[in-house]
């Protein structure tokens, strides 16, 4: 069954609902059909990238799906080998191939990887693409306030999005601040955190016991209310159905500062920090 699910209006104007899919590790027939039965669970927001390795499966699965392109946002990223001008063209053509898509209703920069230093160039090549109908709306991903200054102040066009580790024991509070002040809507990959570290918390078990729900289904509407997009990933149907069922009761004041105040300096996944992570 299909669930309404509220969307968040852009900078460029254009719709996005507030919670997608994410499709890590999801590959071949089996990715094709868990996108599938996301798809028919009730997700429109559909997240991958060239460098998961899955745009094909991912395209399958909006095909098995039944579902009109039209109803669908599908996002894919920009790896950092091919952000030249020239290079990141032909990827964002190529990405389209994979996919068998016309277009990408949101593309972004994978990483910034300020090292190489073409993060400017490789979004330039991304306003491009959006002027010539390739890219419904255009962002990034993993960008510090530094990137996103950069970017606005030497192309004047500013990110619609900017996706983000984002998570309880990672909150991003201050990012979040600048995303508002700049006008960026907040994405959030590995929205739930690792789920051996996630289902042990006292904290957010007593929250959900409160309400009902599981924890993912609170962590998830804690996303929510802060303002953020969220990306689950999964594959199972009952799953990823429970993970849309979200929108039928609210965390109080006291709660959201309880599981806010979860987070913590070293609260990264992967020690992923974009000022020196590399991503090729």
Do not use: C
Request: proline share 5%.
């Amino acid at each position: 069954m299909e669930k309404a699910i509220p969307e968040v209006t852009l900078n460029d104007g254009t719709k996005l609902p507030v919670i997608g899919l994410g499709t890590y590790g999801l590959w071949g027939n089996a990715g094709a059909n868990a996108v599938s039965s996301g798809i028919n669970a009730g997700y429109r927001l559909i997240d991958t990238a060239y460098n998961y390795e899955n745009e094909g499966a991912v395209g399958e699965g909006i095909r098995r799906s039944g579902i009109s392109r039209e109803e669908l946002w599908v996002a894919s990223k920009l790896p950092g080998r091919y952000q030249t001008y020239d290079k990141a063209m032909v990827a964002i053509q190529e990405s389209l191939y994979r996919a068998n898509l016309d277009y990408f209703d949101l593309y972004l920069i994978h990483w910034p990887l300020p090292q190489q230093d073409l993060y400017v160039e490789a979004w330039q090549a991304l306003i491009d693409a959006q002027k010539w109908g390739l890219v419904r709306s255009i962002g990034v991903s993993n960008f510090l306030p530094e990137h996103l200054e950069r970017i606005i102040r030497e192309t004047g066009v500013t990110p619609s999005l900017n996706q983000v580790e984002l998570h309880p024991f990672f909150n991003q509070e201050e990012q979040r601040n600048v995303h508002a002040q700049l006008g960026i809507q907040t994405q959030s990959w590995s929205p739930i955190a690792r789920a051996a570290d996630i289902l042990l918390n006292e904290t957010i078990l007593e929250i959900a016991g409160k309400h009902g729900k599981t924890i993912s289904q609170v962590i998830l509407r804690w996303q929510y209310q802060i303002g953020s997009v969220s990306i689950p990933r999964s594959t199972s149907p009952q799953r990823q159905r429970e993970n849309l069922e979200i929108f039928d009761f609210a965390l109080s004041e006291a709660e959201m500062i309880a599981i806010a105040g979860l987070t913590r300096p070293d609260g990264r996944l992967f020690d992923m920090d974009p000022a020196t992570h590399v991503e090729m």
